[in-house]
């Protein structure tokens, strides 16, 4: 039975398997995927999500969303108008920038599912540690894309599947939540299909700009 990309259709060849999912690789846009019979049950995904730790005056957690937080001061103002996808149950992204005045939002489908951030559009919108966890990351970068205004920045933190990585004994992967896997080339080909003019990669930051 044929295997399908979510992010961009292609043919997916297995890759592994472990704690009984099957991983596939893209041929086409070289992202690694789940079949969908190993997503969790949206009450399973969440009661995972309410485990986390989410004190925001840690400063542990504070440092962990750093570069995002960074990423909006180095190319924003207070003027400007963000939105942080995902913003899980803490909104902690979206806070440390709203101590600093800056107008910033967020959104999470389980926290704060509030509809009406999807009827503006923003200077720039921020997702830490959101896209492993996207069962049609297609769906969810068409969406995101059309969010932002021009001259805008979609930025983006996840850990990166590198060349140098042996998947096999990757932690990343093990987390029952996260069902996709960036690499540099699967970012390009996200730069070139959804039409932004540019993408920054800092590690485990990305930055693409319309």
Known sequence: METLCPLCNGEGTKIHHSRNRDYYSCTNCTGVFVGPTAFLHPTEEKKRYDSHSDDITQQGYQNFVSPCVLAV???????????????????IVAKLLQQKNYNSVGYDPYYKNNPAVFTQQYDYITSCEVIEHFNNPAKEFERLKSLLLPNAKLILQTNILQATIDFGTWWYKNDPTHVFFYTPECFQFIQKHFDFSKLEIDKNLIILSV
């Open 73 to 91: 001061k180095n190319s924003f103002t207070e003027k400007h108008k963000g939105l942080d996808f995902g913003c899980g149950r803490s909104e």
